[in-house]
């Protein structure tokens, strides 16, 4: 995991201020949409589904 890690901060560090914002405003997009979905997907999930609420956040039963 350290070196996928390190791999990824060298290429990071080598994009420019430029494309470095740009990446960071498109994960911020990508995450909303993603929060997005699954609060939907959530709602609209029973207890027979398999969906539950716990501590941490939602958790599916495997089928």
């Known amino acids: 995991m350290d070196d996928a890690n390190g ?4 290429v990071w560090q080598s994009a420019s201020k430029e ?9 911020r997009i990508w995450l909303k ?13 029973t207890d ?3 969906a539950r609420k716990s501590r941490r956040g939602w958790v599916v039963k495997p089928r």
């Open 7 to 10: 791999a990824i901060n060298l």
């Open 19 to 27: 494309r470095r914002a740009q990446l960071l405003a498109e994960q």
């Open 33 to 45: 949409q993603r929060d997005l979905e699954c609060k939907l997907k959530a709602s609209q999930t």
């Open 48 to 50: 027979e589904g398999g």
